[in-house]
């Protein structure tokens, strides 16, 4: 992949980031203030331009791909179009309880709302025509993981956390039960177990299986922040825990113990390790490979303990979608990816940039015959693309400090595309697309 094999669309407006492409990659679908419009992928032609009732907080694809969700929070309504005739099939209200979240079941069949207050959560059938509830969740839509034919949901009732596992077809209740934490604040189902990690405050994890038995808890050390980031592989073979110490753990999820610890600092580069460090270009920046691993200078930002947001700890982790790398953010030096080989585990990457990295992301297919590809974005006028065969600065045209009418800003935030050819760009008001074509197929 080069640089001039990049290719970008016209820009579009934008609200809230919210953009998408359908689960099937047919059509990509954004909102506009109160407008839905759904386009087509590979031309851009505009399929379909729904009305809202309201601007719209959040968008979200139907897994079957014929209908699509449009959320309202402040008028707590949401409503389901199709895309074949562009009406719209239903409308659900949330009343006075409100609306903070709303997600698809798997079935295509059912949607979830989450009420404000961790009050609860209306499951509206769509085919039935009726709606039931679950009390008390927790954590939103983080806190409900779909996995084979069951939904895991996250519970408070008083000052204890719960799970209750139910089958989603009919929403029969499997199982509940209480979970040792002290405030719950992340949950992943791997390997049939339900992995859980206790509050920033206490470094410590729990695992149980679906009938809510322990199967195992670990304190991770003493007197010090916990687990910041928890990240899970394709194969569910492995789970990655960045934590507040500036390390990121990885689990067997066989034994549930931690099978490796990384440091992120300048001792975890070995003779192996590939060094990339960013410097401006006459066409905007490069990189450029140092040479040895002795006299790493990696960017440190210094922590102030008065920002609710403290920078340390690792705060991205991200596995590659065979399983085969994991990338790693530490906060303390944000503008440094870490890529990581789950075949030695060890560092086989590290890349300085010269501007703090928000958004990490893999394509999404993986092929015997290609690279794993990821791409960085860090508030600016570069995408960056990461293979085993090197870094580039992709410099984005007309991309200003300030977007003005028509222009896309500061990259904030990137997604692929399901066939793993094309980003999206999103700034503050309009996004685009960047399309690969010559997207390799050549190591």
Not at 37 to 43: A, I, K, M, N, S
Not at 69 to 80: D, T
Not at 183 to 188: F, P
Not at 401 to 412: H, N
Request: proline share 3%; aromatic share 12%.
């Amino acid at each position: 992949m080069s640089s001039k094999g990049m290719n970008l669309s016209e820009t579009f407006k934008l609200t809230k980031g919210q953009c998408y492409f359908s689960p099937n990659g047919r059509y990509i679908a954004n909102a506009s203030q109160f407008r839905l419009v759904v386009r087509e992928f590979e031309t851009l032609q505009i399929v379909s331009v729904l009305t809202c009732i309201d601007s719209i907080d959040k968008i979200s694809w139907a897994p079957n791909s014929k209908s699509i969700l449009s959320s309202c929070f402040k008028r707590g309504v949401s409503q389901i179009w199709t895309i074949q005739n562009s009406l719209c099939a239903s409308k659900l209200e949330e009343g006075s309880s409100g609306l903070v979240d709303a997600v698809w079941c798997p079935d295509s069949k059912q949607i979830l709302t989450w009420s404000e207050f961790g009050v609860r959560i209306n499951v509206w059938s769509l085919n039935l025509k009726t709606v039931s509830y679950i009390q008390n969740p927790k954590l939103n839509s983080a806190g409900c993981i779909f996995y084979k034919k069951f939904a895991v949901i996250c519970e408070r009732k008083g000052r204890e956390d719960f799970i209750s596992v139910f089958k989603y077809s009919d929403w029969t209740l499997m199982c509940n039960f209480k979970i040792n934490t002290d405030d719950m604040d992340s949950c992943k189902v791997i390997n049939d177990a339900i992995l859980v990690c206790d509050t920033h405050l206490v470094p410590q994890y729990f695992v149980y299986d679906f009938e809510g038995s322990c199967l195992t808890k670990v304190v991770l050390y003493q007197n010090k922040l916990g687990v910041k980031c928890l990240s899970v592989s394709s194969s569910e073979q492995f789970a990655a825990l960045g934590c507040y110490d500036g390390k990121c753990k990885l689990l067997n999820s066989v034994t549930w113990s931690v099978l490796k610890e990384w440091k992120h600092t300048a001792e975890a580069a070995t003779k192996n390790t590939i060094i990339y460090v960013e410097e401006p270009s006459e066409s905007g920046s490069r990189f450029k490979i140092k040479e040895g691993t002795e006299n790493v200078d990696l960017p440190y930002v210094k922590a102030n303990h008065d920002d609710p947001y403290l920078l340390v700890g690792i705060g991205l982790a991200e596995f590659s979608t065979s399983g085969r790398y994991l990338a790693t953010r530490c906060d303390a030096t944000p503008s440094v990816v870490w890529v990581w080989d789950m075949q030695d585990l060890s560092l086989i990457s590290l890349i300085i940039h010269n501007a703090p990295v928000v958004t990490l992301t893999w394509d999404p297919l993986f092929s015997k015959d290609k690279d794993e590809i990821l791409a960085t974005c860090c508030n600016a006028d570069h995408v960056y693309i990461w293979s085993c065969s090197g870094v580039l600065a992709l410099k984005v045209p007309n991309c200003e400090t300030l977007s003005g009418a028509g222009e896309l800003g500061p990259v904030r935030n990137i997604a692929w595309s399901c066939q793993g050819n094309c980003l999206i760009l999103k700034g503050d008001y309009h996004f685009c697309l960047c399309y690969f074509p010559d997207y390799g197929t050549d190591k």
